[in-house]
Each structure stands twice: as structure tokens, then as C-alpha cells.
């Protein structure tokens, strides 16, 4: 809850990896403390114990380096941090790869940083600025972009948090435990108003969720959003993105998401959100194999929000969903040679930015 506390040392734990943050967490703080009030006390010990008395002469031990207690004194002094060292190192490398790899079935968010705000598209259609409303007991993962610099989305009470950044997509997951309000803060200086980009986490009853998100945007889903997009845009002209409008020019996209693509160099490559990214911004980066270098660029043209929802988009083509959308028609091909693979035909570059709506 947000209201202000008394006092605590930690906020309020409230998903599925809190637990084992703070469990190692204060596995480290019990262990750090133990040998430093050790050392502290034997420095104090040890310099009473050995003090200089009045009238007593130095005197030093032969040195002798294979001494059988030198040698255990050493390999225990070694063996005993190196096997705290190694569990504080196994521990976290396993909550690492946990918040590190999102569960197949966890619910699509995506979120841009911008200076200083956050915004976050459902992909029902639902957007909302500063304020991030997920179901309990859900696993929820956040695809997330900057605008502008580097931002980093931090849930204390998920103890997670992700680095933001402009020109590529990270993501984060969690599953939140209890219904409640959490803090977000922003955790990478951004700039002036840095400290001020804040917003708030609701945690809600799947139906009191479902009763939010059921009230909508009115602008439909994203992936229609991103499919009007894609008309505007004049992706279709070349892009046939049904399976019986295969176009020749250009790879077909039904089907693509989350695929492995071959590419022109022999390589391949996933098909992923900076995939589909980069193919839009730098189209001559990856050059699909069996395709030639036709494609313009849409740099400049398309805004990161209006690239989030291409991608749902694209996304809802297959072959995850499954259900190929075919409610708008694309521009119907033309019937000659314009088809044929290997004969490429003068693209049409959309020169006019897109409307305020595609914005
Ligand atoms: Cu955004 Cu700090």
C-alpha cells in the first residue's frame, strides 16, 4: 500500500521471486556481518593479547613455508570464502536466469519510457500514463523501449527492474502475489526530472481486471491499431500478410513471429521484436534470403508506440495466436509479372508522414 509507514527496512514483498531476493539478500548481510564483527573482534583481541610488555625482546619464529599448520591455515582461509563466494554466486545467477527468462505463458505489456513518463499499451487496447494495472497471480512480462534515453522500470515490491532503452527492447516479468498498490520509480538518472518519474502498480482480482480492461480505449487492440497502421503505412501494397495473397517481392509476414528466418548471407535469425524492429527501421540490415534490397526505410516515419503495435501486429499473424485477422482487406496485387520472385518492381516509398492517428 502506498500510504507512508512508521518504519520498515524493506518494501512490501509482493510477487513470486520476492522471497528468494530477500532470502539471499539476507544471506549476504548474516554473512558479511559475521566476518566483519570476527575480524573487528580479533583485531581487538589480538592486539591485547600480543601487546609489547616492558623489558620483552621480539622474537620472530623460524620461517619455514612447508609447515604442515601453515598450510592448513591457509587452505582453510581459502577454501572457506571460496565456497561462500561460489553459493552467493550460484544463488544469484539462478534468481538472475528466473527474472531473466519471461514464462512462455506470460501476458504481453508493453511499456516506452519517455522523459519523464511512463507509457504503457495493453494489448486489448487499454493505455494508460504512469499507472500499470496487472491481475493477481498472472505472470505478466513488459516489453519495453525508450524514446529518448536510457530509463530503467523499477518495482521495489517485485524486487525487479530493468534497464529502458531507446532503439531496443528488454524485458522484465513478474507475477504479483497480493492485490494491493506498488510504487514504480524510474532507477537510471534521466535527467532533470528523473526523481519525478514515478507511477503506481495496481494489482487487481482477475475480475476487477477484466471489469478495467473491459471498459477499454475504444481504439480497439493494438494489433488493430497496428494493423490500420500497416495500411497507412503502404506495407500491404508489398507485404501480403494473408496466406492466399502471397506477394513475391516481399517475405510473406503470416506466420513469421517468433519464427526462425534464413537469411541472404546464409545466417539466421529469430524473428523477435528487434527483428521486426530493425526491418522497419533498417531494412538493409537482414535481407531475407530469396528477396533483393527493395525495401525503404520507415525511420522517422513511425513513432516507438506506433512500431509496438505493428509488432503486436505482426505478432497476431501467427503463428502464436493462430488466427490470421482478415477483417480489412489488403490492396489487391496486380495480376502480371509483379508477382514473381527475383523480379523486383519499383517500390512505391511512401513519402507523406503518417497522420495523427498512426502517431
Ligand atoms: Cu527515467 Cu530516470
Known amino acids: 500500500m502506498l500510504e507512508a509507514k512508521s518504519f520498515e527496512l524493506f518494501p512490501e514483498a509482493a510477487s513470486t521471486i520476492a522471497g528468494h531476493v530477500d532470502a539471499f539478500y539476507a544471506f549476504m548481510v548474516l554473512v558479511s556481518a559475521f566476518f566483519s564483527l570476527l575480524i ?23 620461517y619455514d613455508e612447508h609447515s604442515l599448520s601453515g598450510m592448513l591455515l591457509e587452505v582453510v582461509w581459502t577454501g572457506i570464502p571460496l565456497g561462500l563466494s561460489m553459493i552467493m554466486f550460484v544463488w544469484g545467477v539462478s534468481i538472475y536466469f528466473t527474472e531473466a527468462r519471461p514464462p512462455a505463458d506470460s501476458m504481453e505489456i ?24 496487472i491481475p493477481v497471480n498472472r505472470n505478466v512480462k513488459l516489453t ?38 506498488y510504487h514504480i520509480f524510474c532507477a537510471e538518472y534521466c535527467g532533470t526530472k528523473h526523481s519525478g518519474m514515478i507511477g503506481t502498480v495496481t494489482v487487481m482480482s482477475e475480475a476487477d481486471f477484466n471489469a478495467w480492461l473491459g471498459a477499454g480505449s475504444g481504439e480497439g487492440s493494438m494489433a488493430e491499431q497496428g494493423q490500420s497502421l500497416f495500411n497507412q503505412l503502404g506495407c500491404g501494397n508489398c507485404h501480403a500478410s494473408t496466406l492466399n495473397n502471397q506477394n513475391g517481392r516481399c517475405p510473406n509476414l503470416v506466420g513469421l513471429f517468433g519464427a526462425q528466418v534464413d537469411l541472404k548471407d546464409g545466417k539466421k535469425v529469430k524473428a523477435d521484436e528487434s527483428y521486426i524492429r530493425e526491418s522497419v527501421l533498417y531494412p538493409q540490415s537482414k535481407i531475407v534470403a530469396g528477396y533483393d534490397d527493395i525495401m ?17 501486429y505482426i505478432r497476431s499473424l501467427g503463428p502464436k495466436n493462430g488466427v490470421i485477422n482478415s477483417a480489412t482487406p ?13 523480379k523486383p518492381v519499383p517500390m512505391k516509398v511512401p513519402g507523406a508522414p503518417p497522420s495523427a492517428a498512426a502517431r
Open 40 to 62: 573487528a573482534f580479533l583485531v581487538v583481541f589480538f592486539a591485547y593479547k600480543f601487546r609489547h610488555k616492558p623489558g620483552e625482546k621480539v622474537v620472530y619464529p623460524p
Open 110 to 133: 508493453y511499456v516506452t519510457g519517455k522523459q519523464w513518463m511512463w507509457k504503457i499499451q495493453h494489448m486489448e487496447g487499454a493505455r494508460e500514463i504512469n499507472e500499470l494495472h
Open 144 to 181: 519495453m523501449t525508450s524514446e529518448d534515453v536510457i530509463h530503467d522500470f523499477f518495482v521495489p515490491a517485485f524486487r525487479t527492474k530493468a534497464d529502458v532503452l531507446p532503439g531496443r527492447y528488454t524485458t522484465e516479468w513478474f507475477r504479483a502475489t497480493k492485490v494491493g498498490s
Open 296 to 312: 525503404p526505410t520507415f525511420k522517422g516515419l513511425i513513432t516507438e508506440d506506433g512500431m509496438l503495435k505493428l509488432i503486436e
Open 330 to 342: 489488403l490492396p489487391v496485387q496486380s495480376g502480371d509479372g509483379s508477382n514473381v520472385a527475383g
